[in-house]
């Protein structure tokens, strides 16, 4: 069975650095990613890459500052979060699915973790 797990998520001042990992066991599908809901706001993407970094997409609210990469070998994908701003405060989620004409369409993601928590304070 697949299940992402998560890990990193944590409190932070304004400008500070975060690094989240997410382990998928099982899994062997193309596409890993993140995505993050704040309190009374709709689920967003915030970066999908490509099964061996061929191709990472970030929202454009967080170009410049986040970094998706992942570990094949270790099933592993991480966000390395920098310069991180009170709008970035929400539950970050790590999601799993297979690729659509070589990309990762976020309706394309099946599986699912259930969250780690990131807080930003100014």
């Known amino acids: 069975q697949v299940q992402p797990v998560e890990s990193g998520g944590g409190s932070v001042q304004a400008g500070g650095s975060l690094r989240l990992s997410c382990v998928v066991s099982?899994?062997?599908?193309?596409?890993m990613g993140w995505f993050r809901q704040a309190p009374e706001k709709e689920r967003e993407e915030v970066a999908d890459?490509?099964?061996?970094?061929?191709?990472?997409h970030y929202a454009d609210s967080v170009k410049g500052r986040f970094t998706i990469s992942q570990d094949n070998a270790k099933n592993t994908v991480y966000l390395h979060m920098d310069s991180l701003k009170p709008e970035d405060t929400a539950m970050y989620y790590c999601?799993?699915?297979?690729?659509?004409?070589?990309?990762?369409?976020?309706?394309?993601?099946?599986?699912w973790g259930q969250g780690t928590q990131v807080t930003v304070s100014s």
């Open positions: 099982g899994y062997t599908g193309n596409c």
């Open positions: 890459i490509y099964r061996g970094g061929i191709n990472a």
């Open positions: 999601a799993a699915g297979p690729s659509y004409l070589g990309r990762c369409p976020p309706d394309r993601f099946l599986y």
